[in-house]
Structures are given as structure tokens and as C-alpha cells.
């Protein structure tokens, strides 16, 4: 190796460096002018950010009501404002037609509003709510205990399709205050996700979902006897007005004729599960008219009651109707599209004992949902939004296999949600056959 000897020589270095000297006047204007640069800009952007030309465009109702609805319940929406709107750096939200903005949301979203199925619903323009069918609209309620947000509304959206066309569509489809959404996770951000399952964690417990994966749920479903029970805390949920699926309302989109409320699904789902092979005991009594208070409480008893007389069951279904709700009246119909049909979009929600209430199995309840979730989404794409996990108990404390199951939101219809039903029970099943086949 050669050595080098002597004095380095700095020939390409500017003179007054190679001198160690920098003269202050000649490198403080350049820094002005850049920090006058930056100013200028973040100036330009501020007033833009605060001009009507992106205020016009943004629905806050759309992302209070949503967020509200997927993650927080009854917590607070302020950072729900214009400058989180604008300035976050997360899940990109694409609307429909109707609200053509194009906005970064916050961290906390549940997950992209996606334009699905615009070559079939040809574009989305709004019309009179006086050209729609009537109705009254409520602001969304924080529940306690319930999973649920009441609320009513006007429902529906309106296709540009030619008048015949209009005609022979669903009123759900023509109403200017119901905006169809299909709930997809943009990113694993904000989740806990493993697997292509999603989890909303609304507690302070840390999930990983590939372990909950690896555990076999903790379901005995060799039994002759039921092994399934289906109930309803809110039993008088129903649907939009739709069709032939008119009824006599009892409260704000509720009702209790069974043959369109929540029950209905219930039926539905029981059906396919018997055919199946597996016992399953429906109760189909309304616990939430006509009080809602204390419908929990008083399906708790229920609950166990049927338990103690029939201790083989293993599963407890608590079915549901969501409701997503604006502060100015709209509300949202989750669908999705399989087979050409349009299906309400469900939802698992899985409770933990982090409110105070006794309830130290909730894990295996969780282990059977992420598989449930996981079959779900392998059969059927989109059908299912993602898990939601929350600090209330919802009476899942009385077996190994507790979930509730919301079929849709109040905007979807009665047709919709059957649609859903018969998806779901087909993939339930089809998780129960794998279970039992290894016991």
C-alpha cells in the first residue's frame, strides 16, 4: 500500500473556505430568502386551507357522523374541525359523485368510503327531499351499553338513470338524504390487523390477531341438542320502508311486527343454520319496546335462563340493525355488491370487560370472531366491516363464543339485509363444520 505524505490540497474549494473564512453577507440573504419562502408558502396553503373553495367541498357531517358511528360512540367528535380535515396525513376518503371532494381524514377513520358500483348506479345527483317519501330525522343517540346510535331519517338516493328506469328502482335509491358507502380499511393503520382480518380496538388492550388465529375457539358442537342460541336486545330495530317491506312504525325506525324488524333476519339466519344440521333456539321476544331502557338487563335474564335449561349451547348470536346519522339528517347505507345483488354490509362487535363488568372469557369470544371475520372475508369480500372491539360487555360474558351481529344500518333494506343474513349463515356454518371436524 502506497503512503501518502504531505498537505492535502483543497484546488476545487472556494477561496474564503480553503482560507476558513465564510463572510456573514454573503450567507444570511440566501437564508432570509428561504425562510421567507417557506412563510410565503405556509401562508398561501393556511389561507387556502380556510378559504370556501375547499370548505364547500368537505361534508363534516359526513366525517362526524362516521367516525362517531365506527370508533368513538358516545366519546366526543372535536377533532373532527376543518384543519384536522385538511391537514392529516392518513386514510384517504373517495366519495361518490354527489360529494366530490378528495381529502386526507384523520388517523382515527375507519377506513375508505370507496365509489363502488358507479357503472351500475350511473351518476349520483341530488333532488328535493319533497320528491322523496317523508320522514322525520333525529340526531344520533349515545347509547350506555348498547352498540347501537338511534336514529331516523328520510333514506334514500337518487340515480340518474331516465325516468322509467326511476320508476322501477327501489325508494331507497331515489332518496337525496341516504348516501351509499361501502366501508373498506385503506391501510392496517389505525388497526389491529393480521391475516386480512381488522380489528377497530377501542380499548387500551393490545391484540395481536395472528395469535387469536392460532387459537382454536373453544366450541363443543358435538351435541345432538342446541348448540346455538339467536336473541335480540333491540329486536324492534328495522329497515328502510322499501317495496313490499312497508310497515307500521313504533318508534323513530323501529317497529314491532316481526315480520320486519331485526327478528326477521334472526329468522333467516336460524333457517339456513338448521338446515345446516346444527340445534339452534331463536328467541324472537322484543326486550326494547316499549322501553329501550334496560333491554340489556332484561335479555341478560333471558340468556340465562335459556343457558341453564340447555346447557349445550355453545354460541350466542345478539343480532342488530346499525344506524349512521349526520347532524343534518343524512344517513348512510353500507352496501356492497356480490353476485349482482346489493348486500348490507355487517358487523362484529366483540366486547371486553375494560368498562368494569365481569367478564374474564372475552378472549375466547374475540378468538372466535377473528375467525369468523377471517372465513367472512375469504368468501365473501367487502361483506364485512371490520371487527369492533369495545369496552362494554353486551352480555357476552355467559359463553365462549358471544358476538353481536349487526346486519346493516337503518338505510339499508329489508331485502338487503336478508341478502346479508343468508351470507352470513353460510360462512358461519361453513366455520362450524371446520371446528367440529376436528373434535
Same mark, same amino acid.
Given at each position: ?173 331515489? $332518496?337525496?338524504? %341516504? ?7 385503506? @391501510?392496517? /393503520?389505525? =388497526?389491529?390487523? #393480521? &391475516?386480512?382480518? !381488522? ?24 351435541? $345432538?341438542?342446541? %348448540? ?7 329486536? @324492534?330495530? /328495522?329497515? =328502510?320502508?322499501? #317495496? &313490499?317491506?312497508? !310497515? ?40 326494547? =319496546? ?5 333491554? !340489556? ?143
Amino acid at each position: 500500500m502506497t503512503e501518502l505524505r504531505g498537505k492535502p490540497v483543497f484546488q476545487r474549494l472556494p477561496r474564503r473556505l480553503r482560507r476558513g473564512r465564510v463572510r456573514l453577507g454573503f450567507v444570511l440573504p440566501k437564508l432570509l430568502f428561504l425562510l421567507l419562502g417557506a412563510l410565503v408558502l405556509r401562508l398561501f396553503f393556511t389561507l387556502l386551507g380556510q378559504s370556501s373553495f375547499l370548505w364547500e367541498r368537505i361534508d363534516t357531517d359526513f366525517f362526524e357522523s362516521v367516525l362517531s358511528s365506527e370508533l368513538w360512540s358516545s366519546r366526543s367528535t372535536e377533532v373532527l374541525n376543518p384543519n384536522t380535515i385538511c391537514l392529516a396525513q392518513s386514510a384517504v376518503l373517495t366519495s361518490l359523485p354527489a360529494y366530490e371532494f378528495r381529502m386526507a381524514a384523520d388517523d382515527e377513520f375507519d377506513g375508505e368510503f370507496s365509489p363502488f358500483g358507479i357503472e351500475t348506479w350511473g351518476e349520483l345527483k341530488n333532488t328535493d327531499a319533497e320528491d322523496a317519501s317523508s320522514g322525520e330525522v333525529s340526531e344520533t343517540t349515545a347509547l350506555g351499553d348498547s352498540v347501537d346510535s338511534i336514529s331516523s331519517g328520510d333514506e334514500s338516493l337518487q340515480s340518474s338513470d331516465t325516468d322509467s328506469n326511476t320508476e322501477n328502482s327501489s325508494s331507497v335509491e331515489n $332518496d337525496p338524504n %341516504v348516501r351509499s358507502v361501502t366501508i373498506i380499511p385503506s @391501510s392496517p /393503520a389505525g =388497526y389491529d390487523y #393480521g &391475516e386480512g382480518v !381488522y380489528i377497530k380496538n377501542e380499548t387500551d388492550y393490545s391484540i395481536d390477531v395472528g395469535s387469536y388465529l392460532n387459537r382454536k375457539p373453544k366450541l363443543d358442537l358435538t351435541s $345432538d341438542d342446541p %348448540v346455538i342460541l339467536i336473541i335480540h336486545t333491540h329486536a @324492534s330495530e /328495522a329497515y =328502510y320502508p322499501d #317495496g &313490499e317491506d312497508i !310497515y307500521v312504525p313504533t318508534d323513530t325506525e323501529r317497529t314491532d311486527d316481526k315480520n320486519y324488524n331485526v327478528v326477521r333476519v334472526g329468522d333467516e339466519i336460524t333457517e339456513l343454520i338448521e338446515e345446516h344440521g346444527y340445534g339452534v333456539i331463536h328467541i324472537r321476544d322484543i326486550f326494547d =319496546y316499549p322501553s329501550y331502557s334496560g333491554s !340489556y338487563t332484561r335479555t341478560l335474564k333471558v340468556i340465562e335462563s335459556v343457558l341453564e335449561e340447555n346447557p349445550t349451547i355453545q354460541i350466542v348470536i345478539d343480532i342488530h340493525r346499525d344506524a349512521m346519522v349526520s347532524a343534518s339528517g343524512s344517513t348512510y347505507r353500507t352496501i356492497t355488491e356480490i353476485e349482482e345483488e346489493m348486500a348490507a354490509q355487517i358487523l362484529l362487535v366483540v366486547g371486553t370487560d375494560e368498562g368494569g363488568l365481569k367478564h374474564p372469557n372475552w378472549r375466547e369470544n374475540l378468538t372466535l370472531a377473528v375467525h369468523l371475520q377471517k372465513r367472512l372475508t375469504e368468501d365473501y369480500p367487502l361483506l364485512a366491516r371490520p371487527i369492533n372491539l369495545r369496552s362494554e360487555r353486551f352480555n357476552q360474558h355467559a359463553t365462549f363464543g358471544s358476538f353481536i351481529l349487526e346486519v346493516g344500518t337503518s338505510s339499508n333494506t329489508l331485502k338487503e339485509a336478508l341478502y346479508s343474513a343468508r351470507l352470513f349463515a353460510s360462512s358461519f356454518c361453513n366455520l362450524l363444520d371446520a371446528i367440529a371436524s376436528e373434535q
